[in-house]
């Protein structure tokens, strides 16, 4: 097993930027983190970078559309010290 690098909180924001803190999604995010002693997998939205963590969530975002009511309490935080790895999903070939 080779060594792993740290993911970065400039990482994030430069792989993402055309999705974090805009009004609509133009990606998604697979993202494997340390929780718990156990390591999770997570498929959703990178909505933001805030104080150290990453914010997903399970909702594309759309200029067009209002959001559900529940959009904000089904975002997650993950803190970016835990992320293992993660890969940038396209929409591009899905919407």
Do not use: W
């Amino acid at each position: 097993m080779g060594l792993q690098t740290q993911v970065t909180e400039e990482e994030l924001n430069e792989v993402f930027a055309d999705t974090l803190d805009k009004g609509a999604s133009f990606c998604g995010i697979l993202v494997s983190y340390r929780e718990d002693e156990q390591t999770r997998t997570e498929l959703g939205i990178p909505y933001s970078l805030i104080g150290g963590e990453l914010e997903i969530g399970p909702y594309v975002k759309n200029i067009v559309t209002s959001p559900p009511t529940d959009y904000h309490t089904r975002k997650k935080r993950i803190p970016i010290s835990d992320i293992q790895e993660y890969r940038r999903v396209e929409f591009s070939n899905i919407l």
